[in-house]
């Protein structure tokens, strides 16, 4: 098992509705995780982070994590096109040499 | 300013030659990596560097080659190149890796072995 794991998709999801991505994660002593988007052609780049039980807002984007279910979630509201791009969960690991990567979600937002 | 740059972007090659990918990141941050990209999209850790000293080294043939000359600079060179090393080379770096640090990656060295 991936220590992190997400859904590769494809995600599709109409313009202005509301895109949801998940990830699972088998290290229990993880204390926190982030979400990166790649634009197509293009490096990561950080959207946004979360340490605690619960949600965290950004703008249009909320992440959500649950500690007990070793679940993390991005959601993005009023999906915009320029929303579409691979989603990726991070998180360090717990001896803190390195960052373990989810595979990504690939979205598209159909104008 | 670029926080981490890395050279060259594209680089097209014939196999069996020998090539170099440069990074230098200007955050003051202690820990360097390179991470691989495939066509499937995973990123796979290669290397790790902390303050000069390498800390993770994954299953990499040994043809791949990392050297820091200093924290804030970590090199990849690569020898006898294969088709199969045709992918896109990130460099990134963090202040560590632990809770409450974050990855900031290049823009990336597009790699085409022919």
């Known amino acids: 098992q991936k220590e992190v794991e997400q859904n590769s998709g494809p995600l599709s999801v109409p313009e202005g509705a509301i895109a949801s991505l998940n990830c699972t994660y088998s290290d229990r002593g993880s204390q926190s995780f982030f979400w990166y988007r790649q634009y197509s052609g293009k490096s990561p780049e950080l959207i946004m982070f979360?340490?605690?039980?619960g949600d965290k807002e950004d703008g249009r984007f909320t992440a959500q994590l649950n500690k007990a279910s070793q679940y993390v979630s991005l959601l993005i509201r009023d999906s915009q096109p320029s929303d579409s791009a691979t989603y990726l969960c991070v998180s360090p690991t717990n001896t803190g040499n390195q960052f373990y990567f989810g595979t990504g979600t690939s979205l598209t937002v159909i104008p | 300013d670029t926080a981490v740059s890395q050279t060259p972007k594209y680089l097209v090659t014939q196999m069996g030659n020998d090539k170099s990918i440069k990074c230098e990141q200007n955050l003051g941050h202690d820990t360097m990596y390179w991470y691989k990209q495939d066509s499937k999209k995973f990123l796979k850790i290669m290397f790790s560097y902390n303050n000069k000293e390498l800390i993770i080294n994954e299953t990499v043939p040994n043809r791949f080659s990392p050297k820091s000359p200093d924290k804030a600079h970590l090199n990849l060179h690569i020898n006898s190149l294969e088709l199969g090393d045709s992918a896109v080379y990130f460099c990134?770096?963090?202040?560590?890796?632990?809770?409450?640090?974050?990855?900031?990656f290049g823009e990336g060295s597009w790699l085409t072995v022919v």
């Open positions: 979360i340490y605690s039980n």
């Open positions: 990134a770096s963090s202040q560590g890796a632990g809770a409450g640090n974050t990855i900031y």
